[in-house]
């Protein structure tokens, strides 16, 4: 599988009942627990005081994350991707056995 880094920016359409926001949210939670179970979400990080998330995603190409991964999130119709393919640096340091 290849990797992706990938920026998600969520904007809830105007005058969406609270009860499918938060529906859509657990759903979302779930679907993320399952994602990370066969490999496809690698990370996923919040950036301070902001609303979007940016994650490593692994899929099969572009086509395939957008589709089959992405596409199978509850939030993903009121979803913003931003979309790069990574590859390793020569420079990589590795995983450092970090706790955080």
Known sequence: MKE???ELTTTVPEGTDPTEVDR???AEAARAKQL?????LVRLWRPVG????I???RADDEA?????VLGT?????????VVTAVQSHPNDPGP???TA
């Open 4 to 6: 992706f880094l990938v």
């Open 24 to 26: 859509r949210r657990a």
């Open 36 to 40: 990370a179970s066969t490999g496809h």
């Open 50 to 53: 902001e609303l979007r998330s």
């Open 55 to 57: 994650g490593v995603w």
């Open 64 to 68: 395939d994350l957008r589709e089959k």
């Open 73 to 81: 999130l509850p939030l993903w119709p009121w979803m913003t991707a």
């Open 96 to 98: 450092t056995g970090r």
